[in-house]
């Protein structure tokens, strides 16, 4: 029997810490909790919760955050799915 396994890194989620005005925009607006600040610099503390919405790109003033919205929203629906069933958690690629 398959083991399914979570997607690990399989965001396009870039984050450039150095030019962040720590306004803390992306931890308002992302709905999954993928920032948080740091001092007053937005950091990235749970890169596996980004399905890729975009929000925190739109949303932030002076553009150091990317990400290509849609294209992680299948491995994100996937990884929720294996979280509310509390499936077994190991890295790799999905459902190998």
């Known amino acids: 029997m398959k ?3 979570y997607l690990k890194n399989a965001t396009t989620l870039e984050l450039r ?3 962040c005005a720590g306004c803390g925009r992306c931890v308002e607006v992302c709905p999954h909790q993928v920032f948080e600040l740091a001092g007053k610099q937005a950091r990235i503390v749970d890169r ?3 399905m890729e ?3 925190c790109t739109r949303n932030c003033p002076v553009a150091v955050i ?3 919205a849609g294209v992680g929203c299948a491995s994100g629906l996937i990884n929720e799915w294996l979280r509310e069933r509390n ?3 190991s890295g790799g690629a ?3």
Do not use: I, K, T, W
């Open 66 to 68: 990317n990400v290509d």
């Open 87 to 89: 499936l077994r958690r």
């Open 53 to 55: 919405c975009g929000a």
């Open 48 to 50: 596996d919760a980004c």
């Open 94 to 96: 999905c459902c190998s």
């Open 3 to 5: 083991q399914f396994r």
């Open 17 to 19: 810490p150095e030019g």
